[in-house]
């Protein structure tokens, strides 16, 4: 068969094996995530039947993806209150860092690879995957809740932490003196705090440079700056995820909205290709060995993610079952550890599948818990306090908040308590909250 007849033949039956998944998964309540993962990996290298002629494709369509993915999140936000985020929330960052690079450093001190091998495993471990997240949240509906900032200001941090972390990596697995790195740290600084001044001064005079009446510049345009400023972004050893994220906090006003209707369905199409590269790019064969020790390393750092979340959401004055929501949404890593891996596989081959394995076991379940954490954390809480947990019974509540609380538990209600303050990092410009789908008791704080 002709390579080009080749190409459009296996092209056409992923996407249209992607949309059927998607479909089977949306009517049994799932998000395609995981289902996108498990295909590409039946029909990757040594799956079922190997897509060999539209893997150079799908290659460059999964960058493209994540590109898509970090622009239209950061579409949804101002350059203020990535600002503002970062400000209220670094100390949510250094809790990051520690609750979850520790238990990857640790391991590989463990298995013996040394400090080379410890850094990057601990890079491993750490980053959340901001591709995988934003793909959640669009299917969960969660862009306007108020722990969304929260997830972002994470987020957001991690991914310029990168700045300073892979070219410090880098060096030290190619044993580069330390002017060298000290270079390329410099540059990649530089970068990121040269697209966050102009995103934060010159903001509408770039959208204004942007704007278009035609949809079909407009999208043009938009698309090549974003894919522009990411590839030079990677270039200069800042990751393209954030460039690409930059870009959307840059653009304001309608030129944002008209860049989120006409991106939407893009940014679906190349995310679903992301998902599948990422499995196509995985032998099944390589991770039966590894698959205990992944499986101990993601178990670990679930928790740890999920307390990282739940902190950082309880820092910013957001109820109980937003911190929850956070902190499920945040166990998923993806991207990121794998670009790590690939750069430390030459020093320490055994790295790779032990990577492999634990982001494929995290990418499936970080979809899982984004949905279920919060339920389950609520079923729990009700089940100590005695009660339904809603409130309705008639104790007198000796809580430390204002009011008198009603639980039907030990007689302790928390009514009080749940009535924090609106959290500070919260964006005045929000889109309507789907957190009301279940109504609440009146009075209660929405979370």
């Given at each position: 068969m002709h390579d080009t007849t080749a190409l459009l033949v296996e092209l056409g039956a992923v996407i249209l094996g992607l949309g059927l998944v998607g479909r089977f998964a949306g009517r049994i309540g799932l998000s395609p995530i995981p289902l996108y993962?498990?295909?590409?990996?039946?029909?990757?290298?040594?799956?079922?039947?190997?897509?060999?002629?539209?893997?150079?494709?799908?290659?460059?369509?999964?960058?493209?993806?994540v590109i898509l993915l970090l622009l239209l999140l950061g579409l949804e936000y101002s350059a203020s209150e990535l600002v503002t985020s970062l400000k209220t929330q670094y100390p949510s960052g250094a809790v990051d860092f520690v609750l979850n690079a520790t238990p990857g450093a640790v391991a590989a001190l463990i298995l013996g690879w040394g400090p080379v091998g410890a850094v990057a495993l601990a890079g491993v471990t750490w980053i959340s995957s901001s591709g995988v997240i934003a793909k959640v949240m669009t299917d969960l509906g969660r862009l306007g809740n108020r722990e969304t900032p929260v997830i972002l200001?994470?987020?957001?941090?991690?991914?310029?932490?990168?700045?300073?972390?892979?070219?410090?990596?880098?060096?030290?697995?190619?044993?580069?003196?330390?002017?060298?790195?000290?270079?390329?740290?410099?540059?990649?600084?530089?970068?990121v705090g040269l697209v966050l001044y102009l995103a934060l001064r010159h903001g509408r005079l770039i959208s204004r440079a942007v704007s278009s009446d035609n949809p079909e510049m407009l999208l043009l345009v938009v698309?090549?700056?974003?894919?522009?400023?990411?590839?030079?972004?990677?270039q200069l050893q800042v990751s393209a995820a954030v460039g690409a994220f930059l870009v959307g906090i840059a653009l304001s006003g309608e030129v944002a909205e008209g860049a989120r209707k006409l991106l939407t369905p893009l940014r679906d199409l190349f995310a679903a290709v992301f998902f599948v590269f990422f499995g196509l790019s995985t032998n099944p064969a390589d991770i039966p060995p590894v698959l205990l020790p992944a499986a101990l390393l993601a178990i670990i750092t679930t928790f740890t993610k999920i307390a990282t979340g739940y902190y950082a959401a309880r820092r910013a004055g957001i109820g109980s079952r937003g911190r929850w929501r956070?902190?499920?949404?945040?166990?998923?890593?993806?991207?990121f550890s794998i670009v790590i891996a690939g750069l430390a596989v030459a020093t320490e081959p055994r790295i790779g599948p032990i990577a492999t394995a634990y982001v494929l076991i995290l990418v499936i379940v970080g979809p899982l818990t984004a949905r279920w954490?919060?339920?389950?954390?609520?079923?729990?809480?009700?089940?100590?306090?005695?009660?339904?947990?809603?409130?309705?019974g008639t104790g007198t509540g000796t809580g430390t908040g204002t009011g008198t609380g009603t639980d039907t538990g030990a007689g302790k209600g928390t009514s009080g308590a749940e009535k924090e303050p609106v959290a500070k990092s919260a964006p005045e410009r929000r889109l309507p909250s789907h957190d009301d789908l279940t109504p609440e008791p009146a009075g209660e704080t929405r979370e």
């Open positions: 993962l498990l295909a590409g990996l039946a029909f990757g290298h040594g799956g079922l039947i190997p897509l060999k002629a539209s893997e150079e494709f799908t290659m460059v369509g999964a960058e493209i993806g200001g994470v987020l957001v941090m991690e991914d310029l932490a990168m700045a300073v972390y892979l070219p410090l990596l880098t060096a030290m697995l190619a044993g580069v003196s330390l002017a060298g790195g000290s270079l390329a740290l410099v540059i990649a600084l530089g970068a698309l090549g700056l974003t894919v522009l400023v990411a590839g030079i972004a990677q956070a902190g499920g949404t945040l166990v998923a890593r993806g991207e954490t919060q339920p389950i954390a609520a079923k729990i809480e009700a089940r100590r306090g005695g009660g339904d947990g809603k409130g309705t």
